[in-house]
């Protein structure tokens, strides 16, 4: 009987990809099991791993913002996502985006020629046996939701999402649009200026629109952070003013004039011949969008390439459900990353999916799992999923409210300003991870593979087998 370690991997989405090239490169072999395209999805448009649905940002960089923070911790342990999106970017200012296309190409690449990982095309009906990481992401299958829930009972929970649309460069009327970044940030955006009567004729469009009605058995419930944009029109005229439009930072570059309202244009790809509406996720029939798109100043002739959707996330009740290391609290072969495991967002997603690779791996070598430190972002968004009130538990994502906070005065006494006690949290984070990789041998190692299988982390066993053996079997991923 071959004894030597092998894990499974149940979706090849941010999490499940990351999972995946983690726990190969602790020297276990992969079954990383993805049901397209033997079984597709309402959003997914390709067969490609780490395909990007939603939008095509990993949020914002930088030492004062907290998804820079996270950004920089995957960067440190070699993280697949965050790798390839950084050889994958597209302008966008302040945040890291990347060309959708070209980052799910190079992470399938990297996935399919790394010598431990045994890609499966199937969905898988059942849970699997032995090590797990289960990222199935927010789209995960009737059959083997139904699967996880006849495991887990009445915590299996549910709620939609929305996509927002892209249109075409050239049917964007530049003479209309101009560049400005938001509070004098780089210029990467292209924005549309409402007046007051422009910005009527929105609302007048988006109450007049037919929305996505879902079937009896769905329940209509958005997370905040991707709330559709008339969802945010029903709750008040001036709400989307106050959110995706708010036109604070955004006056013109050359007349200084201020408006009413802006929309916001996001390149999606490395020739930015396609551009998304910041904030305009939508559940929108398509008809109706392309009607709303185009009372939009600067996109009265718009070529809409890509419509928003609306899709079903799923995700547990982390709290009641998970350990901080994301093992099942009453499996410890189980483990879950990215959306499932009740994260928001694909960095998000990625990381925690490679955290979960790693601790599955170690969990078939026989080591104990690991847990990053509190002040790290990725050990506080962990201990968050496991220690929230599991009461109308809703998806987190990176944010300064999960770390410890920064105090209020340096060394020498003095106030310091927010953004110096950010970047003071960001360095302590950051050093802290970094030697948390360094004491268990993870830093700075490869997404992309080598030839060779690498070799065990530093604490694995001396008589730990690394050599290959043959798969067994059976969804997607985010």
Sequence with gaps: ??????????????????????????????????????????????????????????????????????????????????????????PAGGALAVDRSVLAERVTAAVEAHPRITVRREELTTLPDGPAVLATGPLTSDTFAAAIAERLGEDFLGFYDAAAPIVDVDSIDMDV?????????????LNLPLREADYARFLEAIGEARSHTPHDWEKLEFFEGCMPIEELARRGPETPRFGPMKPVGLEHPETGERFHAVVQLRQEDAAGRM????????????GDQKTVVTTLPGLENADVVRYGVMHRN??????????????????????????????????????????????????????????????????????????????????????????PN??????????MAKKDRRAWMFARGLEAFTGFLGAHGLAAAPAVPNDAPQDAPQDAPKDAPHDRAPAPAGVGGD
């Design 1 to 90: 009987m071959d004894s030597r370690p092998r894990i499974t991997v149940v979706g090849a989405g941010m999490a499940g990809s990351d999972a995946a090239l983690a726990a190969a490169r602790q020297g276990v072999d992969v079954d990383l099991v993805e049901m397209r395209p033997v079984r597709t999805t309402p959003a997914h448009a390709t067969d490609r791993f780490a395909e990007m649905v939603c939008s095509n940002s990993l949020g914002g960089t930088g030492e004062t913002n907290a998804k820079g923070l996270l950004q920089a911790e995957m960067r440190a342990a070699g993280g697949a996502i965050v790798t390839h999106a950084d050889a994958s970017r597209v």
């Design 177 to 189: 649009a101009y560049r400005k970044g938001r509070y004098d940030q780089a210029a990467d955006y």
């Design 275 to 286: 551009w998304s509406l910041v904030g305009f996720q939508t559940g929108l029939k398509w």
């Design 314 to 403: 799923t995700y547990l009740n982390a709290p009641r459900l998970l350990e901080a290391h994301l093992a099942l609290r009453n499996d410890a072969d189980l483990f879950v990353a990215g959306v499932l495991a009740g994260t928001e967002g694909y960095l998000e997603s990625s990381a925690t999916g490679w955290l979960a690779g790693t601790n599955a791996a170690r969990r078939a070598l026989g080591l104990d799992p690991l847990l990053p430190p509190e002040t790290s972002m990725l050990g506080g968004l962990v201990r968050f999923l496991s220690g929230a009130n599991p009461d109308g538990f809703q998806p987190m994502n990176a944010n300064w409210g999960l770390v």
């Design 406 to 415: 920064a105090p209020k005065k340096d060394d020498a006494g003095r106030r």
